[in-house]
């Protein structure tokens, strides 16, 4: 996205800042107030048509998938009905609705893993994003699924604190959970990783600094 600017700006210092976490609330300790199956892993957030959600189900439905293995989505758009809808057909579907903000980590920690399969509906991923889930998901000791689009999947390559997997493929989705459930070792060596990065690099503290520095940086060069 950075490069994209670039070119179109022609301008030669461009700042990427990405999404960051709230390490104090999102973390490997928190508390759950919620019954859960003892192994699941989890989609938290918005449920726009890009985040493929339909992708997940189908995932489910291959034979890669654990079978006791559950999917629980805390969160509310239009992918809501497909979710509810496959929550009546499969026991192992737990759909939560949207949470007070201050829940969700207790959940996420809980899980083997979260997942971030975005597509590229509506050509918003294929120069790079930073969802905040991730970020999330990483600070609470939790490895993610993501899918390879720039950003997440640099950040889950670059710090080994995931699986990368290809674009509405649920075959690789499948695999990729199968892998964390059947490797628990490397599952908890990913979460620690991705715990340790978001503490030294995305804290909202690490955030607040380096936005500070950018518009010092501007400040300063505009006397």
Same mark, same amino acid.
């Given at each position: 996205?950075?490069?994209?600017?670039?070119?179109?700006?022609?301008?030669?210092?461009?700042?990427?800042?990405?999404?960051?976490?709230?390490?104090?609330?999102?973390?490997?300790?928190?508390?759950?107030?919620?019954?859960?199956?003892?192994?699941?892993?989890?989609?938290?957030?918005?449920?726009?048509?890009?985040?493929?959600?339909?992708?997940?189900?189908?995932?489910?439905?291959? #034979?890669?998938?654990?079978?006791?293995?559950?999917? &629980?989505? =805390?969160? !509310?758009?239009? *992918?809501? +009905?497909?979710?509810?809808?496959?929550?009546?057909?499969?026991?192992?579907?737990?759909?939560?609705? #949207?949470?007070?903000?201050?829940?969700?980590?207790? &959940?996420? =920690?809980? !899980?083997?893993? *979260?997942? +971030?399969?975005?597509?590229?509906?509506?050509?918003?991923?294929?120069?790079?994003?930073?969802?905040?889930?991730?970020?999330?998901?990483?600070?609470?000791? &939790?490895?993610?699924?993501?899918?390879?689009?720039?950003?997440?999947?640099?950040?889950?390559?670059?710090?080994?604190?995931?699986?990368?997997?290809?674009?509405?493929?649920?075959?690789?989705?499948?695999?990729? &959970?199968?892998?964390?459930?059947?490797?628990?070792?490397?599952?908890?060596?990913?979460?620690?990783?991705?715990?340790?990065?978001?503490?030294?690099?995305?804290?909202?503290?690490r955030m607040a600094e380096l936005t500070?520095?950018?518009?010092?940086?501007?400040?300063?060069?505009?006397?």
């Amino acid at each position: 996205l950075a490069e994209w600017v670039k070119s179109e700006t022609r301008m030669s210092e461009v700042h990427v800042i990405p999404n960051g976490a709230n390490i104090d609330l999102f973390k490997p300790s928190a508390s759950c107030n919620y019954e859960l199956p003892e192994n699941y892993v989890i989609f938290f957030g918005a449920m726009a048509v890009w985040q493929g959600l339909d992708v997940i189900l189908k995932a489910m439905e291959l #034979p890669d998938w654990p079978s006791e293995l559950s999917f &629980v989505a =805390c969160g !509310s758009g239009p *992918g809501k +009905s497909l979710i509810e809808v496959a929550a009546q057909k499969d026991k192992r579907i737990i759909y939560l609705g #949207p949470l007070p903000y201050k829940d969700i980590p207790g &959940v996420v =920690c809980r !899980s083997l893993a *979260g997942l +971030s399969t975005q597509n590229n509906k509506g050509n918003r991923s294929a120069t790079g994003l930073y969802p905040l889930k991730v970020f999330e998901t990483l600070s609470c000791g &939790v490895p993610v699924i993501v899918t390879k689009f720039p950003g997440q999947a640099d950040i889950v390559r670059d710090n080994s604190c995931g699986i990368v997997i290809p674009v509405d493929d649920p075959h690789a989705l499948a695999q990729a &959970v199968n892998y964390l459930y059947n490797h628990p070792s490397q599952a908890k060596g990913m979460g620690k990783r991705g715990r340790y990065l978001v503490e030294k690099e995305f804290s909202w503290d690490r955030m607040a600094e380096l936005t500070n520095r950018v518009i010092t940086s501007v400040l300063e060069g505009s006397h």
